[in-house]
Nanobody
Framework: QVQLVESGGALVQPGGSLRLSCAASGFTFSSYAMSWYRQDPGKEREWVSMISLGGGVSDYAESVKGRFTISRDNAKNMVYLQMNDLTPEDTAVYFC???????WGKGTLVTVSS
């Protein structure tokens, strides 16, 4: 079955950086675009970024454009999210999923606070 395991979340100060990782299994990874989402407690889950099958095309929510970079390694079935210049508004649980989404993993918590 599909498994998505996110990692890399942490407490970081405003202006800091983090790199999130997502390990995917149970499907042909290279056949799917992948996305990152995030969810703040009490709010709906929101889409953050996507990357195409081969990694040549990516897109970002306006709120993270210019600060976040998505990448993937099809040989390792991994997708990454490099997050720079973090702000408290980026605090959330971050999830990865294929497009279209299937069952969700547990996510990884990013807390941006001084």
């Amino acid at each position: 079955q599909v498994q998505l395991v996110e990692s890399g979340g942490a407490l970081v100060q405003p202006g800091g950086s983090l790199r999130l990782s997502c390990a995917a299994s149970g499907f042909t990874f290279s056949s799917y675009a992948m996305s990152w989402y995030r969810q703040d407690p009490g709010k709906e889950r929101e889409w953050v970024s996507m990357i195409s099958l081969g990694g040549g095309v990516s897109d970002y929510a306006e709120s993270v454009k210019g600060r976040f970079t998505i990448s993937r390694d099809n040989a390792k079935n991994m997708v990454y999210l490099q997050m720079n210049d973090l702000t408290p508004e980026d605090t959330a649980v971050y999830f990865c999923n294929r497009d279209p989404p299937v069952q969700w993993g547990k996510g990884t918590l990013v807390t941006v606070s001084s």
